[in-house]
């Protein structure tokens, strides 16, 4: 049963349809793939996903005209109220002109939007470059640097030469070989992590309630949520899968993670000099905002955790910072790679309207009649 008579896109009556099919084929069933506009609505729904379960997996495809459709729809959103009261022609007059508009304003701007693009991606280009060409000993796990050294060492032994790397293309050119190497093997190492659901769980409450104890385990697990959130946000396959507003909902939450973690390090760093001041000890140099998220602090306030409670787990090796800013950096070139390809089509396509555009006006004008001259 489906209720197709409420008014609203309830879109009860495609859930059912998809239902009846795997009800239908039944547990054979593994892969169903669907071309419809319901897929931009299903796709990134969690209710949808609970529905049909986790053993099926679906594959939507929508309409290229569709998204565009909803660009359109988006710019002509603020006339629905003012169009609510208005009769047939003077709703479709509106309309119109607003579409004309809209037309007139996207095609003057069209070299202006197309060089924003690229001011944006050569800024992007250049943090990233920095960041994985100046990448430190310290920020590669051990247990990438463990095959590394045993394959070095058997070179030697066996006098075996080195191969020759090959030439790296943009936007990885003038950057180490190997450097790119270990980053794309940790960033899919961390991908594999995070689809495997392999996270860090939250600790189990410990004898130790002294406040410098929670505070220190609670820190720890909120500079945690902060890299597990950015990893989500920045890992290139799920930021395409789920889209672009579950990546502003990411945003939100780091922002939000990130005032909990200032929060508690004010508190902890009161808890840490009453503590050191009632036990008489030198008392530790104070966290700050500035250097919340280094490799320091982050080892500093997981040693506090680990000496009020020896049971802490350690955060695992993506959560950090700057092994974190070097698989970002890696997924941000490569989004930037993707983007220039886009970039250069949306550049000849304009460039293409443009001429043609151009060859319409100047054939307008030879059909044009010659004027009568006055008697």
């Known amino acids: 049963m489906s209720d197709i008579d409420t008014p609203g896109e309830r879109h009860y009556y495609a859930v059912a349809l998809i239902l009846a099919i795997t009800k239908a084929i039944g547990p054979k069933l593994k892969h169903l793939g669907i071309a419809y506009d319901i897929g931009c609505r299903f796709q990134p729904s969690a209710k949808v996903a609970a529905i049909l379960g986790p053993t099926l997996k679906v594959t939507w495809t929508v309409p290229i005209f569709h998204v565009y459709g909803h660009v359109v729809w988006a710019s002509m959103a603020g006339l629905i109220t003012s169009t609510r009261g208005m009769s047939a022609d003077d709703r479709r007059f509106a309309l119109e002109e607003r579409c004309q508009f809209i037309a007139t304003e996207r095609r003057v701007n069209l070299i202006d939007i197309i060089d924003a693009k690229r001011k944006r991606l050569d800024s992007v280009k250049a943090k990233a470059r920095l ?49 790119v190497r270990m980053v794309k093997t940790l960033s899919s190492r961390r991908r594999k992590q995070l689809d495997c659901h392999e996270l860090p769980v939250e600790d189990d409450p410990v004898p130790d309630s002294s406040p410098s104890g929670v505070l220190a385990r609670s820190l720890l697990r909120t500079l945690a949520e902060v890299q597990l959130l950015s990893a989500l946000m920045y890992v290139r396959p799920a930021t395409v899968r789920k889209g672009y507003k579950a990546t502003v909902r990411f945003r939100q939450g780091i922002t939000a993670a990130k005032a909990t973690a200032a ?27 500035k250097t919340l998220y280094t490799d320091a602090t982050f080892q500093t306030v997981e040693n506090w955790a680990k000496a009020f409670d020896p049971s802490t787990k350690s955060l695992p090796w993506w959560a950090k910072p700057s092994t974190a800013a070097a698989m970002d950096a890696y997924e941000e070139l490569c989004r930037y790679r993707e983007e220039t390809s886009r970039l250069a ?31």
């Not at 503590?275 to 905002?289: E, F, K, N, S």
């Open 263 to 289: 929060k508690i390090m004010i508190k902890l760093n009161a808890a840490m000099m009453d503590r050191y001041l009632a036990d008489g000890g030198d008392i530790p140099q104070p966290l700050t905002v």
């Open 345 to 375: 089509f949306e550049r000849k396509s304009a460039n293409d309207w443009i001429i043609a555009r151009t060859d319409e006006l100047a054939e307008l004008s030879r059909r044009r009649p010659e004027p009568v001259a006055e008697a």
């Open 131 to 179: 960041v994985l060409q100046g990448l430190k000993q310290e920020s590669i796990p051990d247990w990438y640097k463990e095959p590394i050294a045993s394959t070095l060492q058997q070179q030697q032994q066996t006098h075996q030469p080195c191969p020759q790397p090959p030439r790296l293309g943009p936007p990885f050119d003038d950057i180490d070989l190997e450097t």
